[in-house]
């Protein structure tokens, strides 16, 4: 997945090309990205000494599985953000 490119410069010098997520990817990165600042705001609200519920700590405690998938594990390693196309506000479709 990784490749190289040479400049075209006399120097040739080298320059990585940085691989990126695949739109599929993107959406599971994004609903990711979602549920870890979703387990932030609940872990706030434990530190503030609030209880939660069951599914709320449940929830909590799946954070490390999260934040160990591939998809997450790609975006620590560098790989590029996707664009997305945007969704058709065209209801007549």
């Known amino acids: 997945q990784w490749s190289t490119q040479w400049s ?34 609940l872990e706030d609200r434990l530190a503030t000494g609030e209880s939660l519920d069951v599914l709320q700590q449940k929830k909590v405690e799946s954070k490390a599985e999260f934040e160990d998938c591939e998809i997450m594990r790609k975006l620590r390693e560098g790989y590029r953000r996707c664009e997305l ?9």
């Open 8 to 41: 075209t410069k006399a120097s040739k010098t080298w320059k990585p090309r940085v691989p990126a997520l695949t739109e599929d990817e993107e959406r599971k990165a994004r609903k990711m990205k979602k549920k870890l600042r979703e387990i932030a705001a």
């Open 85 to 93: 196309p945007a969704k058709s506000l065209d209801v007549t479709k």
